[in-house]
């Protein structure tokens, strides 16, 4: 999960995000910024890691024990839905798209995945891998917009297969 090789693992990163907006260039340099983020990676007392925001008090992304039971907790209330695209509000350390691409398999729907701060996914890029977003298909990304961008293109035809006009109303959103 954690890169030894910072700027490596922050070039192969880039590259799976540039795939999916070409617009994230700017905000993505091709060089690792020297930066300080509010965000800590930290391993749990089982073999998963969570992130830690950098608040007072600060508080975790994903459970501290366990993260990937915590998953499996959430996804359990979902999976029984058929649904033609599941929306991701946040990458997290991707957990949760992981694990509906395991669920789905050859199944899955189209995956929609939003991340609004560019501070998190150059984090994201320097600190863990994302080769697994290469691995979606189909998907959709939505990088660093605005809450109401990110809802108009929800709604809009270019978050979802282009044949099948019925997913606005059958989406599952997932709070990663």
């Given amino acids: 999960m954690v890169s ?3 700027p490596s693992m922050y ?15 700017h905000a993505l340099p ?35 024990y366990d ?7 959430l996804l359990d209330t979902y999976t029984a839905h058929t649904v033609s695209r599941i929306v991701f509000l946040g990458l997290g350390l991707g957990y949760h798209v992981k694990e509906c ?5 050859a199944q899955a729907p189209c995956f929609v995945l939003v991340e609004p701060n560019i501070s998190f996914l150059r984090f994201l890029c320097l600190y863990t891998d994302l080769s697994y977003l290469s691995e979606l298909s189909p998907a ?5 917009k605005s809450v109401g961008d990110t809802y108009r293109i ?14 606005r109303r059958e989406s599952l959103v997932v709070a990663a």
């Avoid at 391993?43 to 994903?62: D, N």
């Avoid at 993260?67 to 907790?73: G, L, S």
């Avoid at 959709?140 to 660093?144: L, P, V």
């Fill in 11 to 25: 070039a192969k990163n880039r590259a799976v995000l540039l795939a999916y907006d070409q617009s994230l260039a």
């Fill in 140 to 144: 959709c990304g939505i990088f660093g």
């Fill in 30 to 64: 091709p060089e690792p910024l020297h930066e300080s983020f509010e965000f800590a990676l930290e391993r749990t007392r089982c073999v998963h890691h969570t992130i830690r925001v950098m608040t007072e008090p600060p508080y975790y992304l994903y459970s501290a």
């Fill in 154 to 167: 929800l709604l809009s035809n270019d978050a979802a297969p282009a044949e099948d006009d019925s997913v």
């Fill in 101 to 105: 691409k395991v669920r789905y398999g």
């Fill in 67 to 73: 993260p990937m039971r915590e998953v499996q907790a």
């Fill in 4 to 6: 030894q090789n910072l």
